[in-house]
């Protein structure tokens, strides 16, 4: 109920405020489980990309903002799911409430970063969304935030209006031809990969092949091992490959 009644109030508001494109909605699927893989750039994303979905979305949100009585109000609110991004119990808590929500039939947003950029570069994804993807069977779109850093950079309590923001969908990335092996490294790799690959592609971002880190990350010129490709075998053929790939 919170939830319909905040994208009520709030869509109207934020489509005069801002001037929103999207492209590719189509590419959503109308019912069924889903899985929405994001880039990670502004607060706001959260805010935008329900904003033009027609569908509920659930995210995972870090667990400070459940902890912080200024924000754990509304993640609370719109039924969003803390993650402790220290990992151990709490994080296999909060994937083992995102698998309820694909098994219910439902979509699933997540930042594969797990943070937002800290440069508005793209860094490499954390393998639980491959996990989630082989555990469940739901595809994964790769959906791109462009112009939200501008609209409210970090640390900017008050967004900037009337900037334009778009919203890219992929087509569904399906990956079963790795069902039988959910729980191989290289597969879950590769799988990670490849969807960041398509954010990549979708967002125009530079991509840094290390973790992203709030301060003191590390730099790396790499590109997303996309095209290392996998036989049934385990076998890693490789057509063009990052020179940094994990």
Known sequence: MAYRLMKIILTPILRVLYRVRVEG?????????????SNHIS???SIFLPLVLKRRITFVAKAEYFEDPKTAWFFRAVGQIPIDRGGGSASQRALDSA????????????????????DGRLYKGKTGIARLSLQTGAPVLAVAMVGTKEAQPIGQVVPRFFMPITIKF??????????????????????????????????????????????????????PAKLASVDSNGASATATVSAAAS
């Open 43 to 45: 607060f706001s994303d």
């Open 170 to 223: 992929s087509k569904p990335l399906r990956f079963d031809r790795y069902a039988d092996r959910k729980d191989d490294p290289l597969v879950l790799r590769q799988i990670t990969d490849e969807i960041m690959f398509e954010l990549r592609e979708l967002s125009g971002q530079e991509y840094v092949n290390t973790y992203a880190k709030r301060k003191g990350h590390d730099d790396a010129d790499a590109e």
């Open 99 to 118: 698998r309820r929500v694909l098994e219910g039939g439902g979509l699933f947003g997540i930042y594969p970063e797990g943070t937002r950029s800290p």
């Open 25 to 37: 909605i189509e590419h959503v699927p109308p019912d069924g489980a889903c899985i929405m893989a």
